[in-house]
């Protein structure tokens, strides 16, 4: 039997399904895990790279916080972040956090710093508050560079997820560590399947959201003559 | 009226960008600021608006000052208009155009209401409200931009080089439809550009700046061009200010002689008695419309016109409006005909009659002694479409742009 058909088995089995280990409990886990590293992640990184972009300051320590964040190697964390805290929620949060704050940091930041300056301008000039023209023209102009910061973090989350996993964590990422070291490869290739149906979702959802959210004003640019 | 009263601005530096100046710019007129970069006209104009706060003295809008109010709500009563309109990319046109009376807390309807009716104003039509900046040419922009500005009614607009961006043809039809604009609606317009042409073509006042925000001279433009102040002003005003001048003059004093005119299908007799006294016959079709000049030898023996091919006549140029256009082209009709005669034309396109460069002279001369001209402003069409002298705002769509249209 090869690995593809272990892994048919595997996801055929009804037995997976069901129960605390089963393959729907591990999906909403890592569901959960993902996007709690992101909402945690936008809620450090999105204010500091509007700030930083809307007064156009603090570049090289928004570049730096990032590159620094950027440079963790994930799994060496959250096994010295385990056995330094033991098996908490925390421990492995810190690193996935710290994989999804670069993206929205880098991203916001240079969304909203390379707004044309004219657009924020004529904003000012017709009377709009600062706070006006950072949410009425910056960020809505700023928005497709943005919503692909948080999709790079949301990227990052979900496949992080699956390696923190290692340190006795949940997700998705269960399966390949525990079918690993029992030899089910079945139970190894039927979980890989589940993180790459994850990361297609992500993607779909994120395509979704540049539909909904993005202005059919910004969507293409067309050359004036 | 905004009122400069020794108003500078100095940056920490030292560097002076604005030395202290007083200017007023009457309410109802078009104040043009010129002048070479770093000479300060940009800052001048965003001081008004707060976008700069001076460093010396004070303005006032109507003898109130500018700094009574928050500068949030200053800005909403002034409307404002730069080089590349600053259009919201995210927003239709329609909601770039309601932007300013929503933040007044008009509501909807109203400002919807408000903002197609300046579209059409502005010379756009109702199918623009829908679309996309980015679906729109970059005069249609300005457009948009000016539209924007006037949303709120504003008495005072300030136009930061509102024109520099688009090409010449479009920057043509935007200046026309400005000072249509500006005959209905009379409003304090401060107007900065770099362009001597611009800014005496829209000055009902220009201010000349010179580097360092030194005010050279502030006078009318025809005033500007015939008694420049210093050296300064009279070398930006560059070699052909007298020429130009003449564009403040009507043609009306031009004598038009009718006697050389002669239709091409006219009797032999007439032909041949026209030509024994002009050097020059000027060939005009059924329509009494010019078809081009023929020398007097050209002229065939038998007087018969007909035989004499149209391509065969000498060019004659273009033509000038004997009512409408000034004495600038009037005199460039002239020269520019191997003929060294100006065509005048009525409105409907047929022949008044010709006059040669030196029966212009008399009206040139009229005009150099005259400080005040006989018209308003400069007219537009000097160099322009010859055939079609300009009526404001017949310029039609140039700036359409046939890939988004």
Redesign the interface.
């Known amino acids: 039997m090869n690995v593809l058909s272990q892994a048919w088995g595997w996801l055929t089995t009804s037995a997976n399904w069901s129960g605390t280990d089963g393959i729907p409990t591990r999906f909403l886990q890592h569901f959960e895990y993902s996007v709690e590293a992101v909402l945690i992640g936008a809620l450090i990184a999105f204010p500091l790279g509007l700030l930083t972009g809307h007064v156009k300051r603090g570049g090289l320590v928004v570049t730096s916080l990032a590159n620094v964040a950027r440079a963790l190697p994930t799994l060496g964390l959250v096994v010295l972040l385990v056995v330094v805290m033991g098996v908490k929620f925390r421990a492995v949060m810190i690193p996935l956090v710290a994989l999804t704050v670069p993206p929205i940091l880098l991203n916001t930041y240079e969304g909203v710093r390379n707004v044309?300056p004219?657009?924020t301008?004529?904003?000012?000039?017709?009377?709009?508050?600062p706070w006006?023209v950072l949410w009425?023209?910056e960020v809505?102009?700023a928005?497709p560079l943005i919503l692909t910061g948080f999709q790079f973090a949301a990227v990052n989350a979900v496949a992080n997820t699956a390696i923190a996993a290692y340190s006795s964590f949940g997700g998705l990422g269960r399966f390949v560590i525990d079918g690993l070291a029992t030899t089910d490869y079945g139970m190894v290739a039927g979980g890989a399947f589940l993180i790459v149906i994850a990361a297609i979702l992500n993607l779909v959802f994120f395509a979704v959201l540049r539909k909904l959210l993005?202005?059919?004003?910004?969507r293409?640019?067309?050359p004036?003559? | 009226m905004i009122s400069f009263v020794q108003v500078g601005k100095t940056y920490p530096d030292g560097t002076v960008a604005v030395a202290a100046t007083d200017l007023t710019a009457d309410s109802g007129r078009i104040t043009v600021l010129v002048g070479p970069s770093g000479s300060g006209k940009t800052t001048l104009l965003r001081m008004v608006n707060r976008m700069i706060e001076p460093t010396g003295g004070e303005i006032l809008i109507d003898g109130v000052d500018v700094r009574s109010k928050s500068a949030p709500e200053l800005r909403r009563g002034i409307g404002y208009v730069i080089q590349n309109a600053g259009l919201f990319p995210h927003r239709t046109v329609l909601a770039n155009v309601m932007t300013v009376p929503r933040l007044l807390g008009w509501s909807r309807d109203k400002a919807r209401e408000r903002a197609m009716e300046l579209l059409t104003t502005v010379g756009l039509e109702e199918s623009h409200a829908k679309r996309y900046p980015f679906q729109l040419s970059g005069g249609q922009q300005q457009r948009v931009g000016v539209a924007r500005a006037l949303a709120a009614d504003p008495p005072v607009l300030l136009m930061d080089e509102p024109f520099s961006a688009v090409d010449p043809v479009v920057r043509k039809d935007l200046q026309t439809e400005l000072l249509r604009l500006q005959s209905e609606l009379s409003k304090t317009i401060l107007f900065v550009t770099h362009d001597i042409d611009e800014a005496i073509q829209l000055g009902d006042k220009v201010a000349v700046l010179n580097t360092g925000g030194v005010l050279e001279q502030f006078d009318t433009p025809t005033e500007l061009l015939a008694n420049p102040k210093n050296e300064f002003v009279e070398s930006f005003l560059g070699l052909d200010r007298g020429v130009r001048r003449l564009s403040f003059f009507s043609s009306t004093g031009v004598p038009l002689r009718p006697e050389p005119v002669v239709a091409r299908d006219a009797p032999a007799a007439e032909v041949l008695a026209r030509r024994g006294a002009q050097p020059w016959l000027l060939v005009v079709d059924g329509g009494h419309k010019p078809l081009g000049w023929l020398t007097a030898e050209q002229v065939p023996a038998d007087g018969d016109l007909t035989k004499v091919a149209v391509g065969e006549l000498v060019s004659y140029g273009h033509t000038f409006g004997a009512e409408t256009d000034s004495l600038r082209a009037a005199l460039d009709s002239a020269i520019l005909s191997p003929s060294s005669r100006a065509v005048g034309v009525a409105e409907d396109g047929r022949v008044v009659g010709v006059a040669s460069v030196e029966e212009l002279v008399p009206a040139i001369r009229a005009a150099q002694s005259a400080s005040v001209p006989d018209t308003g402003r400069g007219d537009l069409s000097d160099a322009g479409d010859p055939v079609n002298p300009v009526t404001p705002g017949g310029q039609g769509d140039r700036d359409d742009n046939p890939e988004t249209v």
Do not use: E, V, Y
């Open positions: 044309d004219q657009l301008d004529a904003a000012k000039g017709m009377g709009l508050r006006q009425r023209a809505p102009a928005l993005i202005s059919p004003g910004l293409q640019k067309k004036t003559t």
